[in-house]
C-alpha cells in the first residue's frame, strides 16, 4: 500500500514537470531545461494533480491511521492542495498577473536562475529559450479566453506586465553573449532572438488588447481577499481587527524609530536624520562589485557568530552566496535539494556604478541570509529526517511562515545586539518593520475600500484609493523603497503584504508562550531546533504545533 511519504514524493514529481518555473524557485532538481504550459492544458492539468493528490491522500488517511509527524505531514499537504483548488474553483489562476509573482515573474526567474556566467548549464539555457515563444503563446490563449468570459486582471497589473516585457526583452536578447565559441553558438543567438521578439510581441497583446479590456477598479473585495489569506498565511482573519492592530502596529514602530533618530542627530525631524545618513560616506559602497562583496562579508559574520550559540548551522548552509541580478529587487532562494545550487541572496541595485547606501541593508540581510531565510529554508531542505520530500520543498508556498520567520530574524538581530550602530538599528525600524506594519493598514484598507479612521492624522474618515496609498507610504518608508510598485504590489496580490508582520507576530507569540511554560529552563536555541524541525505550515497549524512542542 502507499505509504503518505510515497505520495508526497510522487506528488513533488509530477508537480515539478507541470511547472517547471515554480518548481525551480523551490529547489526542486530535473526540471532546468523545461518552462510552465501557461496554457489552458496546463493550468487544467495542474488543477487535475490537485484533485487526484487531495482524493488519495483523504483516502490514506481515514479513519485517522497517521498520527505524530505523520498527522502534520498529512495536514501540511492537504491545507495547501485545497488551497490550489480553491483558487482553481475561484478562477483566479487562469487570469492572473502582478508585478513579482505572475508568470512572467516567474518566467524570468527561470532563466535567472540558470544565467551563472561560466557555470551556466547552456544546453538546458537552449531549451527554455527555444521554449519560451510557444509558453507566451500559451499563455495569451489563457488570458484570451479569460477575458471573454470578463475576468481581467485590473489595468494597472496589466500595464505593469507589459513594462516588464520590455525590461526582459533586453535580457534576453543578450542571454548567450556569454557563451563564447562552440557548438551551441548560432543556436543560442537564434533562440535568444526568438524569444526577445515573442516578449515584444506579447507586451504589445499586453497593451493593445487585454488593457483595453481591463477594470480601471483596482480593489479585489472580501471574498477575493479571504482566499488570499488563506493561501499565504494558512489562516483565517478578522480583517477588521487586523486592519486596527496594524494601525497600533505603526504608532508602537513610530516611537521606536523616534528613540533611534533621537541617537543619531538630536532633536531634529526624521526626514534630517534620513538625509545625514543618506550623504553619509560611512554608510555608502561604490559599485556593484563592493557591495556584493560587503553583503557576502555580512552573511559570512553572521554566519560564524551564531553558529553553536544561538543555532546549530549544518556544513553545507555555511555557504552562501550573494548575487546582484539584472534588475532591482531583493529576495532569497534556498539551495536545491541537491545542493547542486547553493542558497543565494539577490540583490538588486539600480545603478551597478554608483554608491550604495548601506544604512538600512543589515536588517534586510538578516532577513534573506542567517538567521533568516537562509537558516530556515536551508535547514528545511536538509532535514531528510522528519520532514517528507514536499515538507522539505514547500517553503516558497507558505509565506506566513517563512516570511513571518525573515522578520522574526531582524528583531531577534537587534536582541543579541546586532544593531548598537543606531543607523542600523534605525534601518530596521523604520526599513523593514514599518514598511511591513504600514502594509497591514493599506493591503486590507485598499482592497476593501475601508475608511481611514478618525483619530489618525493622515485623511480621516476617508476611504482608501491608491492615490492616498501612495501619499501615506511616502511618509511610511524609507527614500530607498519604489513606492508606486509597492502599490502595485498590494493591488494585484491580496493577502500576500501581510504575511510578513502577521507571521512574525505568531513566531514572536509562540516563543514568549514556550519561554512562560518552561520558565528558567527556556533555552532559545532549543526553541530555534524544535521550531525549525517543524518544516513550513500555514500560520494556524504552526501557532497549535509551537503549543504542543
Not at 117 to 123: D, F, I, L
Not at 185 to 190: A, M, N, S, T, V
Not at 520 to 527: G, M, R, T, V
Request: proline fraction near 5%; aromatic fraction near 8%; include cysteine.
Amino acid at each position: 500500500m502507499i505509504t503518505l511519504d510515497d505520495l508526497a514524493d510522487r506528488y513533488v514529481d509530477d508537480f515539478a514537470a507541470l511547472d517547471p518555473c515554480r518548481a525551480a524557485m523551490m529547489g526542486i532538481a530535473g526540471q532546468e531545461a523545461n518552462l510552465t504550459d501557461y496554457s489552458p492544458e496546463g493550468f487544467a492539468a495542474r488543477a487535475d494533480l490537485s484533485r487526484r493528490t487531495l482524493a488519495e491522500l483523504n483516502a490514506l488517511t481515514a479513519g485517522g491511521r497517521t498520527g505524530g509527524a505523520g498527522q502534520v505531514a498529512a495536514g501540511v499537504l492537504r491545507e495547501r492542495l485545497e488551497v490550489e483548488l480553491a483558487l482553481e474553483d475561484a478562477k483566479v489562476n487562469d487570469s492572473f498577473l502582478d508585478t513579482t509573482d505572475g508568470p512572467l515573474q516567474r518566467l524570468r526567474q527561470s532563466f535567472e536562475l540558470l544565467d551563472d556566467g561560466p557555470r551556466t548549464p547552456w544546453e538546458a539555457m537552449a531549451s527554455r529559450l527555444r521554449a519560451l515563444p510557444g509558453t507566451l503563446e500559451g499563455l495569451r490563449t489563457s488570458l484570451s479566453l479569460a477575458r471573454r468570459d470578463g475576468r481581467v486582471a485590473a489595468r494597472r497589473q496589466v500595464l505593469r506586465n507589459a513594462r516588464a516585457c520590455a525590461q526582459m526583452e533586453g535580457y534576453l536578447a543578450g542571454l548567450g553573449a556569454g557563451y563564447g565559441d562552440g557548438p551551441l553558438r548560432g543556436e543560442l543567438d537564434e533562440a535568444a532572438r526568438a524569444a526577445a521578439r515573442a516578449t515584444a510581441g506579447f507586451a504589445a497583446f499586453l497593451t493593445g488588447e487585454l488593457a483595453p479590456a481591463a477594470p480601471d477598479r483596482d480593489a479585489l473585495g472580501r471574498e477575493r481577499y479571504e482566499l488570499g489569506v488563506r493561501d499565504f498565511l494558512g489562516t483565517r482573519l478578522d480583517l477588521e481587527e487586523t486592519y486596527a492592530w496594524g494601525w497600533e502596529e505603526l504608532a508602537r514602530i513610530g516611537t521606536e524609530i523616534d528613540n533611534a533618530a533621537e541617537r543619531i542627530v538630536p532633536a531634529e525631524p526624521l526626514r534630517v536624520v534620513l538625509a545625514a545618513l543618506e550623504s553619509d560616506p560611512a554608510y555608502r559602497v561604490r559599485g556593484a562589485d563592493r557591495f556584493r562583496a560587503w553583503l557576502q562579508e555580512l552573511a559570512d559574520q553572521a554566519i560564524d557568530d551564531l553558529d553553536g550559540t544561538h543555532f546549530d548551522i549544518p556544513a553545507p548552509l555555511r555557504r552562501i552566496e550573494c548575487r546582484i541580478p539584472n534588475e532591482e529587487g531583493i529576495y532569497y532562494l534556498a539551495p536545491a535539494e541537491d545542493l547542486s545550487r547553493p542558497g543565494t541572496v539577490w540583490w538588486g541595485v539600480a545603478d551597478p556604478d554608483q554608491d550604495i547606501v548601506t544604512w538600512g541593508v543589515p536588517a534586510t540581510m538578516f532577513h534573506e541570509s542567517v538567521p533568516g531565510h537562509h537558516l530556515q529554508l536551508g535547514i528545511t531542505t536538509l532535514n531528510t529526517t522528519t520532514l517528507n520530500r514536499f515538507q522539505r520543498l514547500a517553503s516558497e508556498l507558505f509565506p506566513g511562515h517563512c516570511e513571518g520567520w525573515g522578520l522574526y530574524a531582524e528583531r531577534l538581530m537587534d536582541e543579541l545586539g546586532y544593531f548598537t550602530d543606531p543607523a542600523y538599528r534605525l534601518g530596521m525600524w523604520a526599513g523593514g518593520q514599518r514598511l511591513r506594519a504600514a502594509r497591514i493598514v493599506l493591503d486590507i484598507g485598499l482592497h476593501l475600500e475601508l475608511e481611514i479612521p478618525k483619530g489618525v492624522r493622515f485623511h480621516p474618515g476617508e476611504r482608501w484609493t491608491p492615490e492616498l496609498a501612495l501619499s501615506f507610504l511616502r511618509g511610511h518608508t524609507t527614500p530607498d523603497i519604489p513606492v508606486e510598485f509597492e502599490i502595485d504590489r498590494y493591488l494585484g496580490r491580496p493577502g500576500q503584504a501581510i504575511a510578513y508582520k502577521l507571521g512574525e507576530k505568531v513566531w514572536l507569540e509562540a516563543r514568549e508562550a514556550a519561554r512562560r511554560r518552561e520558565g528558567a529552563a527556556f533555552d532559545l536555541k532549543a526553541f530555534h531546533r524544535r521550531a525549525l524541525d517543524l518544516g513550513p505550515m500555514g500560520l494556524d497549524m504552526l501557532r497549535a504545533e509551537l503549543a504542543a512542542a
